[in-house]
Structures are given as structure tokens and as C-alpha cells.
């Protein structure tokens, strides 16, 4: 029964050993980085266009701007095409709305309260306590249909998400395949992932994003990939603490936190374990 130990303690010895780091581990290859699908000139023009008049590293008040100096250009023309006052002052009180709604729609991330956006067709583009703020607006001149959203980190933009019209698509044709064939049509060959593609320049990336499963809609996501490391960075540093697993898993499976048997030498696990076998668990000679 003596040697039955001995044996039976090497052996759970030795699995706990076979657990254990090597002194030297070899180091890991470094992963490969994707392949990335080259932009043509024309078509890196094309995706440029969804900057739409404004640029990255823009303040609030200057993409407010901006957006004031493009309605008084559309306005002007309303303006001028009617010799009617009271239609003349109604244009002019419009305008002046939809920059208040510009104005008023600005909310930052950094409050510690949830906000109306995280449970959204933007839920995934910001994150809590990390420097993030957002305008939106919509784009309803020339036929368009569509939601414009402008992220700003530490006070500059950086990314912007456009959420496109869908209601003109037939349900046959609101899936995948019919976007990925329209966007590709526009803007070249991207790199497909799932229900996303993506292009690459050495300026700016744009994604086209499928969320018809979710929220019935598409999008088209133009970013500063610098200012995307570092928000991502930031992101990582201050994200709250990971909990240690699913405590109330834990709590029933292993109540006293005993899921750790020992293997000492004079543990009664080996006891057990010898018992199993048919022996008494007792170094005792009888």
C-alpha cells in the first residue's frame, strides 16, 4: 500500500509539473498582417467624397461652421428664387433651425452617465470616459435620405459614420451580397469580412458596414487611422476592470472556492485516490 502512494504522488507531481511554463519558452512568430487591397486613384477620389466638405481635426464650432456656410449656399438659392417676404423669412428661419439642431444635438461621452446613443446604430463607434464627444445631423438635400455623425476626440474630429437611406431598396434586395456589389461598384475592391468591407489609403479608411439584422440599415465609416490608435489606446487604458469570471457560476459550482486540489504528500486527496483503487488510505501496516 506504501509503494500505491508513492506511485499515486508522483503522478500528481508530475501533472502539475506538465502545467507549468518552460524556463525558455521559444519565442512566438509574429502574426502576418492581412494583405491589403490597393485603392486606385479614381476610386480613393470617390471615397473621398464621403468627407463632404468637412475635414479631420476640425473643432465643433468649426464643422458647425462649415455646415452654416453650406446651408447659405442652398438657402440663397431658395432665397432668391422667390419674391415672396413672408417665404423669404421662412427660409431663413429654417436655415437657422437646422444649425440650432446641429448645435444642440453635440453630447459628450465623458459625463459618466449612459446616453440615448448606446443602444444605437452607433453603439459601437465611442466609448465612455475617454475624451469622445459627437454632433449629428441630417442630410436630406439632392434626393438624399441619410444621417451624418461626427466623432471628436480630446475636441477634434476624427471619424464620421453616415448611416444611408435603405427605404428605395426592394427586401430582396437588402442583403449582403447586393451591398458589397454596389459599394465595389463605387469604390473598387475592398477587404470583405463578414458584413464588412474595408479600403485603405495612406490617408484616411473607409469601411461600408451591413446592419440590416439590427437595425435595418447600412453605413459608410470614413476615420483618421492615426487618431484611431490612439482612441483605441485610450479606450484600453481606461476601460473598466474585467470581473473574474462568472461569479455567479462560480458561487454555485465551487461555493467555498475549493476547486483546487492539493498534492501534498500527506493531502487527503491521495487518500481518495487510493481508496478509489481499493485500498484503506492509511499508511498504517495492519
Not at 464627444?133 to 441619410?146: D, I
Not at 487611422?225 to 462568472?246: I, S
Amino acid at each position: 500500500m506504501r509503494l500505491l502512494r508513492r506511485i499515486i504522488v508522483a503522478a500528481l507531481l508530475g501533472s502539475l509539473a506538465s502545467f507549468a511554463l518552460p524556463a525558455t519558452a521559444a519565442p512566438r512568430q509574429a502574426a502576418k498582417a492581412p494583405r491589403r487591397v490597393p485603392v486606385s486613384a479614381a476610386h480613393k477620389k470617390a471615397l473621398a467624397e464621403l468627407y463632404g466638405g468637412f475635414k479631420f481635426g476640425m473643432t465643433k464650432d468649426e464643422v458647425i461652421a462649415v455646415f452654416s456656410k453650406q446651408l447659405d449656399e442652398r438657402y440663397d438659392d431658395k432665397i432668391k428664387a422667390t419674391t415672396d417676404i413672408a417665404a423669404q423669412d421662412r427660409l431663413r428661419r429654417d436655415k437657422r433651425n437646422e444649425v440650432n439642431r446641429l448645435q444642440q444635438s453635440y453630447i459628450s461621452f465623458d459625463t459618466g452617465k449612459t446616453s440615448p446613443w448606446d443602444v444605437s446604430i452607433v453603439e459601437e463607434e465611442f466609448a465612455h470616459n475617454t475624451g469622445e464627444a459627437m454632433l449629428e445631423r441630417w442630410e436630406n438635400q439632392g434626393g438624399k435620405n441619410q444621417r451624418r455623425f461626427f466623432f471628436f476626440y480630446e475636441g477634434k474630429l476624427w471619424k464620421m459614420f453616415i448611416s444611408l437611406d435603405v427605404s428605395i431598396l426592394p427586401e430582396d434586395k437588402k442583403n449582403f451580397a447586393t451591398f458589397q456589389q454596389t459599394m465595389e461598384r463605387q469604390y473598387g475592391a475592398g477587404e470583405v469580412d463578414v458584413s464588412r468591407i474595408s479600403w485603405h489609403t495612406d490617408d484616411f479608411d473607409v469601411r461600408a458596414i451591413d446592419k440590416l439584422k439590427t437595425y435595418d440599415a447600412l453605413a459608410l465609416v470614413i476615420e483618421s487611422p492615426k487618431r484611431r490608435k490612439e482612441v483605441e489606446a485610450v479606450r484600453v487604458a481606461k476601460a473598466p476592470p474585467r470581473r473574474d469570471g462568472n461569479t455567479i457560476l462560480k458561487s454555485v459550482v465551487d461555493p467555498g472556492n475549493k476547486d483546487h486540489p492539493s498534492v501534498r504528500a500527506d493531502s487527503s486527496t491521495v487518500d481518495s485516490v487510493i481508496r478509489a483503487q481499493g485500498g484503506s488510505g492509511s499508511d498504517k501496516p495492519k
